[in-house]
């Protein structure tokens, strides 16, 4: 992997990052796959909107599909016929999202599986494995995100196993090889939760060890959104400039460019997707119900600026009846124009940054940016 900077913006960054199955540029957004399927949308679809990598996790599929299939099908790419740069998520978030399903240990994260009860062992070691079998461009080292709130003796201890669990992924990643003839990449995630001082170790040691790029996680686990861009700050101001920085499952629109700003290069996200299921629609004036009676013979597109198919062909009058019918294409039509929504967000943040004026760009959008109903977080 190669990561080119071609723009700074004050800490605002724009990049190419070069994977064996292509280039994306930064700042990037992930459309997430858990399960070698992002919801609702083909890889034709994706394509379509923009998308330029994808992210997958190595939980699920280590259990479904599994890696007889995986390795049978030539690996992720063409098993889900994606042929652009993949992401791996390592199942650390599972540590956290499962807590009542597993226990933590120094061998790794023992777990019931949420399908059949079956038990599982997660090591640094065998994510690693699990990894090369999936065949992803970038892989990540397995890790413990700490909840929120917990004592600062707790991130302490967290951080420091995340910390030896991350030298174990890396000599597993050293000594072993790609199953399908591209080379693949390690990234480490800096933990810490809330508290500076094992931010900044997390960062520096971590720094140190030389991965090929660096993730920034245990963020938007329920504390103020505040201190949250305070952490991202911490890590970004201490990681290396030659290296991707990928803040891990955040967030809203509002989220992503205050990030951007810190210096942050690839996000990933269920929101888009999942808010987009449950009829919440991101436009450029705000997010809107689109089950709200005031749509029903509203024969406007969505957003009368946005250039994706569902604004181009349906107006707000038919998406509300498809959800109200429950349709189907409901939920395709109004995943692909978040989608869309938020690959536009990220083209438009690299324009401000190659032209020098991300500031202005991001405080015009976070005047536009409110919602009108909660977010399906």
Not at 21 to 33: L, R
Not at 48 to 63: C, E
Not at 293 to 303: G, N
Request: aromatic letters at 10%.
């Amino acid at each position: 992997m190669k990561f080119e900077l071609l723009k700074n913006d004050d800490a605002a960054r724009f990049g190419l990052v070069t994977t064996p199955h292509g280039v994306f540029e930064t700042p990037a957004f992930m459309p997430v796959g858990t399960q070698g399927s992002v919801k609702t949308m083909t890889p034709v679809d994706l394509d379509t909107i923009g998308a330029q990598i994808v992210l997958s996790n190595t939980y699920h599929l280590y259990l479904r599909p599994g890696l007889e299939t995986l390795r049978a099908a030539g690996g992720l790419h063409p098993f889900m016929g994606w042929e652009k740069p993949l992401l791996t998520d390592s199942g650390g978030y599972q540590i956290f999202s499962l807590a009542d399903l597993r226990k933590i240990e120094e061998e790794g994260a023992q777990f019931r599986s949420h399908i059949d009860g079956s038990s599982h062992l997660f090591t640094p070691e065998s994510v690693v494995a699990i990894q090369r079998a999936i065949g992803s461009d970038i892989m990540m080292v397995l890790d413990e995100c700490p909840p929120h709130p917990c004592s600062e003796e707790y991130v302490k201890a967290s951080n420091e196993l995340t910390i030896r669990w991350a030298s174990r992924c890396q000599e597993a990643f050293h000594r072993t090889e790609p199953e399908y003839g591209h080379a693949q990449s390690l990234f480490a995630i800096v933990q810490g939760g809330v508290v500076r001082a094992v931010r900044e170790a997390s960062a520096e040691r971590l720094s140190a060890m030389a991965f090929d790029g660096y993730a920034i996680g245990g963020l938007a686990v329920g504390e103020p959104v505040g201190e949250m861009y305070d952490m991202i700050s911490v890590c970004t101001d201490i990681l290396p400039v030659a290296k991707p920085r990928y803040l891990m499952g955040v967030g809203t629109p509002e989220n992503l460019l205050e990030a951007i700003e810190r210096g942050v290069d690839m996000f990933d996200c269920v929101l888009p997707t999942r808010n987009g299921r449950n009829a919440m629609l991101f436009t450029r004036n705000g997010s809107l119900n689109i089950t709200n009676a005031r749509y029903r013979q509203d024969f406007t597109p969505v957003d009368e600026l946005c250039g994706c198919y569902t604004c181009r062909n349906f107006t707000r009058a038919y998406l509300r009846h498809l959800f109200l019918v429950k349709e189907i294409l409901a939920l395709h039509l109004a995943t692909l124009h978040n989608l869309y929504f938020y690959q536009w967000l990220m083209k438009e943040s690299r324009t401000a940054i190659a032209a020098e004026c991300f500031a202005s760009f991001k405080l015009s959008q976070l005047a536009l940016l409110r919602p009108e109903v909660p977010l399906y977080i």
